[in-house]
Nanobody, 120 residues
Framework: EVQLVESGGGLVQAGGSLRLSCAAS????????IGWFRQAPGKEREGVLC????????FHSDSVKDRFTISSDKAKNMVYLQMNSLKAEDTAVYYC?????????????WGQGTQVTVSS
C-alpha cells in the first residue's frame, strides 16, 4: 500500500521560512516522481515543484522560483520542500503526490496535506 505523509506545516510570518517533509512508503523513488502541490481556499489544487525518478526538477509555478526548492533523500524515502521568503499568497494546504511522471495537476497517490499559513 502506498502512503504519503506530509509534515512541517504551520503558521509563519511573511518573509519567513518553512520546510515541509513528505514521507513515502510502498513505492520506489526509482519508479515514481514526487511532486508538491497546494490548494488555497476557493482555488483549484496546483502543482508547485516536482522531482522525477531521475532527479530532474520541474517548476509548475513561476511564483515560487528563487524561493522554493525541492530535494529528496532516497535512502529515507523522503522528499522535502524548502520554502523561503514566504508570502501571504503562499497560504494553502500543501500536498505531496506521487506518479510516474511530473504532472502539474495530477498524481496517482496523494498525502493528506499540511496547512501552511503565512501572516502578513
Amino acid at each position: 500500500e502506498v502512503q504519503l505523509v506530509e509534515s512541517g506545516g504551520g503558521l509563519v510570518q511573511a518573509g519567513g521560512s518553512l520546510r515541509l517533509s513528505c514521507a513515502a512508503s510502498g513505492l520506489s523513488f526509482d519508479d515514481y516522481a514526487i511532486g508538491w502541490f497546494r490548494q488555497a481556499p476557493g482555488k483549484e489544487r496546483e502543482g508547485v515543484l516536482c522531482i522525477s525518478s531521475g532527479d530532474s526538477i520541474t517548476f509548475h509555478s513561476d511564483s515560487v522560483k528563487d524561493r522554493f526548492t525541492i530535494s529528496s533523500d532516497k535512502a529515507k524515502n523522503m522528499v522535502y520542500l524548502q520554502m523561503n521568503s514566504l508570502k501571504a499568497e503562499d497560504t494553502a494546504v500543501y500536498y505531496c503526490g506521487a506518479d510516474h511522471f511530473c504532472l502539474s495537476g495530477y498524481a496517482q497517490y496523494w498525502g493528506q496535506g499540511t496547512q501552511v499559513t503565512v501572516s502578513s
